[in-house]
């Protein structure tokens, strides 16, 4: 069956850096695309990072500079990488695969364009 299970989660100071960690299992990894969502208790859900099935990545413009997406289909794992925190990059992170049945080469940023999601990561960033 399908897994997505979030690591790397945790506290970091404003500045800071985190790197979260997605592993993949249970489909052929690297046909799909995959994204990163976080969210706020009390507010929407909010797309920051996608990427398709050759590697090119779309950004949120609130993360864009700051944090990177990446992968490594040899592992089965998708990644970002978050620096210069904000307090306001508080929330619980979540990755998801859009597992549909065709081709997908250009990965959104629309939550209802993912049908599978991890258990989600927090991460909380102090001033």
């Known amino acids: 069956r399908v897994q997505l299970v979030e690591s790397g989660g945790g506290s970091a100071q404003a500045g800071g850096s985190l790197r979260l960690s997605c592993a993949a299992s249970g489909y052929s990894y690297s046909r799909y695309c995959m994204g990163w969502f976080r969210q706020v208790s009390g507010k929407e859900r909010e797309g920051i990072a996608a990427?398709?099935?050759?590697?090119?990545?779309t950004y949120a413009d609130s993360v864009k500079g700051r944090f990177t997406i990446s992968q490594d289909t040899a592992k089965n794992t998708l990644y970002i990488e978050m620096n210069s925190l904000k307090p306001e990059d508080t929330a619980m992170y979540y990755c998801?695969?859009?597992?549909?049945?065709?081709?997908?080469?250009?990965?959104?940023?629309?939550?209802?364009?993912?049908?599978?999601w991890g258990q989600g990561t927090q991460v909380t960033v102090s001033s």
């Open positions: 998801a695969a859009d597992l549909r049945p065709y081709d997908c080469h250009v990965a959104s940023l629309m939550g209802s364009e993912y049908n599978y």
């Open positions: 990427i398709d099935v050759v590697s090119i990545a």
